[in-house]
């Protein structure tokens, strides 16, 4: 909502987008690398599903994209968006709209 506010201002000029993926799991978080060089990161199968989600927001036209279990939570304000291969994972995952 905040990016349609901006994108209505006439002087915006190109408008702004954005795609958000929502997804729940558990995670593994910390620096990794070597002493001198080290990345803090986040890493899991739901952070996995989060990048690959967000890759299809486009695709699917959508500014956020959630997983079934995130969509539970949502209620009414979700709606099916289809199922998607997503690598990594064998089947089909279910994706939903964030309306």
């Known amino acids: 909502t ?3 506010a901006i994108n209505a201002d006439p ?3 190109r408008p ?3 795609g958000i993926a929502l ?3 558990s995670v593994m978080f910390g620096n990794i690398g070597v002493p ?3 990345t803090f990161s986040v890493i899991g199968q739901s952070v996995h599903a989060a990048a690959r989600i967000e890759s ?3 695709t699917v ?3 956020v ?3 079934g279990d995130v969509a539970r939570h949502a209620g009414s304000r979700s709606r099916p968006a289809g199922a998607f291969a997503l690598s990594g994972f064998s089947e089909h995952q279910p994706l939903f709209i964030l309306e």
């Open 2 to 4: 905040r990016l349609r």
């Open 16 to 18: 702004l987008r954005a």
């Open 65 to 67: 994209l959630m997983t």
């Open 61 to 63: 036209g959508a500014e």
């Open 56 to 58: 299809l927001t486009k």
């Open 23 to 25: 997804s729940v799991g």
């Open 11 to 13: 002087g915006c000029g």
């Open 36 to 38: 001198s060089r080290l």
